[in-house]
């Protein structure tokens, strides 16, 4: 019989963006002083479990790595500035977009707040899910129950000017 701990636990805020292809989640373990080192590991067991083939990191600090690897699960780790910085905003998106169609990626910054909203709307945009910033703006704060702010805005926008011509 195995232990609900062997489980793991769902990470706090998860929630499918493309069902069952692009998740996202605050980071494992959660942040600043209410981060628990116990709930990281259940956590990172529960996306282990639930065969979540990448996991996509924009923290600015390489938390969590070394349990990834512990554990089995690959990741990816790109750090997205508090600027926006537009060549790592294509290579993230090019990144979930290269593994997306065929694996289950999970996206996580340290919580659910304008930098990861603002690359979840920016990728529906960029990769051609939806047809406007406003309709991948509208998408994004319904999916993720948050408004977006102007970090994310600015991040759709920046997506949408990085877009592949059709």
């Known amino acids: 019989m195995s232990s609900k701990w062997s489980e793991g636990i769902e990470p706090r805020g998860f929630r499918w963006i493309i069902t069952e ?3 996202v989640c ?5 942040y600043g002083a209410g981060h628990r080192r116990v709930r990281r590991l259940e956590e990172i067991i529960w ?3 639930n065969e979540i083939d990448l996991i996509v990191s924009l923290t600015s600090i390489p938390y969590n ?3 990834y ?20 905003l294509e290579e993230i998106l090019h990144t979930i977009h290269d593994h997306v169609a065929g694996e289950r990626v999970v996206l996580h910054h340290d919580s659910i707040g304008d930098r990861l ?8 945009l960029w990769s051609g899910l939806v047809d406007s910033g406003p309709e991948a703006i509208t ?3 319904q999916l993720l129950e ?4 102007p970090t994310a805005r600015e991040l759709v926008a920046s997506a949408g000017q990085l877009r592949p011509s059709p």
């Open 21 to 23: 292809r692009l998740g």
């Open 26 to 30: 605050e980071r494992p373990g959660g």
């Open 47 to 49: 996306l282990r479990r």
């Open 65 to 67: 790595l070394r349990d």
């Open 69 to 88: 690897d512990e554990q089995g699960l690959a990741y990816v780790h790109l750090p997205l500035p508090d600027s926006g910085d537009p060549e790592r």
């Open 117 to 124: 909203s603002g690359v979840v709307a920016g990728y529906l």
């Open 139 to 141: 998408i994004a704060e």
């Open 146 to 149: 948050r408004e977006l702010g």
